[in-house]
């Protein structure tokens, strides 16, 4: 499914910085939060017999995966400075992207597994077990799977968050970033 981020200007970056829980000293001038879902059900082409005690089915599975919702947050202190307001939604937009990119490749890598795993397999048994079991598989195996994989993106948000990114956002916009932080350092905590 496509990717819509919402953009939330509500949240300092102290806000941000502590709903990140850096504690490296780094301040946290944008977030994305995406939330993943991952859904999923069968489809049962076969025969049962009369009574419906015993079946043949050749199962098929639909599975969608999707961030919904992705917000991204720009601390509220850039606001009205369109240059830095840029400068970190262009950054946030690229951690974005990296979740987009690897949705896309985690749904073409799943099709492929599913239809290998499913190809050609006809299932007999009892029409309750089978279903069951089938949307066992898909609980326990299929929808872990999708997550797992999804969630392996912390090396490319780390090379996105790199020291040289934030060397960058000191300087950026004529140093307006560096001295909103400067300006707000030995401010009272938000509230």
């Known amino acids: 499914m496509p990717?819509?981020?919402t953009i939330d200007t509500s949240l300092s970056y102290r806000e941000l910085t502590s709903l990140a829980r850096r504690e490296d000293?780094?301040?946290?001038?944008?977030?994305?939060?995406?939330?993943?879902?991952?859904?999923a059900r069968w489809s049962y082409a076969g025969l049962?017999?009369?009574?419906?005690?015993r079946a043949c089915i050749r199962p098929s599975v639909y599975m969608r995966l999707r961030y919904e919702p992705v917000k991204v947050?720009?601390?509220r202190e850039f606001v009205d400075d369109d240059c830095a307001y840029r400068f970190i939604l262009d950054h946030e937009q690229r951690h974005?992207?990296?979740?987009?990119?690897?949705?896309?490749?985690?749904?073409?890598?799943?099709?492929?597994?599913?239809e290998k795993h499913l190809?050609?397999?006809?299932?007999?048994?009892?029409?309750?077990?089978?279903?069951?079991?089938?949307?066992?598989?898909?609980?326990?195996?299929?929808?872990?799977?999708?997550?797992?994989?999804?969630?392996?993106?912390?090396?490319?948000?780390?090379a996105i968050d790199s020291p040289q990114e934030y060397a960058r956002a000191t300087s950026a916009?004529?140093?307006?970033?560096?001295?909103?932080?400067?300006?707000?350092?030995?401010?009272?905590p938000d509230r």
């Open 48 to 53: 049962s017999d009369a009574g419906g005690r």
């Open 119 to 158: 190809s050609g397999i006809v299932h007999v048994g009892p029409r309750d077990e089978l279903d069951r079991r089938l949307k066992a598989e898909v609980a326990e195996r299929w929808m872990p799977l999708a997550e797992r994989e999804l969630k392996d993106v912390a090396r490319e948000h780390a």
């Open 73 to 75: 947050f720009v601390g």
């Open 96 to 114: 974005v992207g990296v979740h987009v990119r690897r949705l896309g490749e985690v749904a073409a890598d799943l099709q492929r597994e599913l």
């Open 173 to 188: 916009c004529q140093g307006r970033i560096a001295s909103v932080i400067a300006a707000h350092r030995d401010a009272a």
């Open 25 to 39: 000293g780094a301040w946290v001038l944008g977030l994305t939060r995406p939330a993943l879902r991952v859904e």
């Open 3 to 5: 990717v819509k981020p």
